[in-house]
């Protein structure tokens, strides 16, 4: 989906199978037989080809961007970015596609949702809080575009449009030929090529006018907070002592972030933690985003204290990596990692063969929340050394 009224959506390309899609989705931005130096700088190339790519947008514009390629790695989800303020929300089945079963699950955007909350971010004000046809009819365009003038009169941040009669889509433009976008229901929001062909019916350049939230002086990224009485903390715990409390939502710069204490907290559980640029603490639970907050580098903290029984800290590969509520990727999806990311393991076991990313292997690990993950993602050899069977 992209706007939450049509009935009209990209679909896959055929050919590919159900159960091919599964596996492509368990091992998504894993590149095969890499090195973890060279799979390290797949994700940093694909970050920074999310970006400001050609001159003369306004400063507003260029903000947009940014705040869209933030969320680069986040779920697409139908109806996510809907809610009552700006950010990523679950989404809901479209009652026509499959891929579409578990938006409930997944937190994050559709098109319209990403394009509401990137302007947002860019302006302090809900500038585009409808539908991708809405959006397209904005009484905040500066200018339109007409399909045929193609990429030539654009600028980053433009929103580009396609539908023909009902807008079911839209992007914003990088330059360059590439935009960022909330594609379809499995799949992550990723930088593309435009595409001016097909129904493609023009952009719109949204007013640039209104305050831009200046950045973080200390090199810090801005996130939002979720709902109100947000407390923050002088070290990583629910019990330590409060440094702040916001009244309602709120802007924060986190610095880093590292597993600690686990919360659990309006229906969530999470034991990520982000320290702000003033030094205290805050759970990912209230921070709009992922449970790990994509582009956000570890603290250098020690890693959740292992439980009774003991457990040996491991780093997973790639991106997009899931953990499941039992050994098989068919289980429910428990948590979702944006980024390379600490685990704990307490034993592993032999269960459901997977293949993915040229790699078979049987073997899964039981991670200290009671939640598997298959040893395909977990740097080091097939069966892990110094882990116990479970």
């Excluded at 500038?127 to 904005?138: E, K, S």
């Excluded at 990088?174 to 799949?187: D, I, N, P, W």
């Amino acid at each position: 989906m992209c706007s939450l009224n049509t009935t009209i959506r990209p679909r896959r390309p055929a050919g590919r199978s159900l159960a091919a899609v599964a596996v492509v989705a368990l091992s998504a931005a894993l590149p095969a037989a890499l090195p973890a130096t060279a799979r390290a700088a797949t994700a940093t190339a694909e970050a920074a080809s999310c970006a400001v790519l050609a001159p003369g947008a306004s400063a507003t514009a260029e903000a947009a961007v940014r705040a869209a390629c933030g969320q680069l790695g986040v779920w697409y989800s139908w109806g996510g970015g809907h809610g009552a303020t700006p950010g990523p929300t679950f989404g809901y089945y479209d009652g026509s596609d499959p891929d579409s079963l578990h938006d409930g699950e997944r937190k994050g955007f559709d098109c319209s949702g990403l394009a509401r909350y990137a302007y947002a971010q860019a302006t302090g004000r809900d500038l585009l809080n409808g539908t991708a046809n809405d959006q397209f009819h904005t009484s905040h365009a500066a200018a339109r575009f007409t399909a045929g003038q193609g990429t030539a009169p654009l600028l980053p941040g433009d929103l580009m449009f396609w539908g023909s009669g009902h807008i079911h889509h839209v992007a914003l433009y990088l330059g360059a030929g590439q935009m960022v976008e909330a594609y379809e229901s499995g799949t992550h929001i990723r930088v593309a090529p435009v595409r001016t062909g097909g129904d493609y019916a023009g952009a719109v350049r949204v007013d640039g006018s209104g305050s831009v939230p200046p950045p973080p002086a200390n090199g810090g990224t801005t996130f939002e907070t979720w709902g109100t009485r947000v407390r923050t903390h002088s070290s990583p715990s629910v019990n330590a002592s409060v440094v702040d409390t916001f009244p309602g939502p709120s802007q924060v710069s986190v610095m880093c972030q590292q597993h600690a204490e686990t919360v659990t907290a309006e229906g969530y559980t999470n034991d990520i933690w982000s320290k702000l640029s003033d030094g205290s603490w805050l759970t990912n639970i209230y921070i709009k985003g992922p449970a790990s907050l994509p582009g956000i580098p570890d603290c250098g903290g020690s890693p959740t204290p292992p439980p009774s029984g003991g457990s040996k800290p491991f780093q997973t590969w790639g991106t997009g990596v899931r953990t499941h509520a039992s050994a098989a990727v068919g289980a429910a999806v428990v948590d979702y990692f944006p980024q390379p990311t600490t685990v704990n393991v307490v034993c592993q076991a032999h269960a459901q063969t997977v293949t993915a990313e040229g790699y078979t292997n049987d073997a899964w690990s039981r991670l200290t929340g009671g939640s598997w993950m298959t040893n395909i993602y977990i740097k080091g050899p097939e069966w892990l050394p110094g882990v116990p069977t479970c």
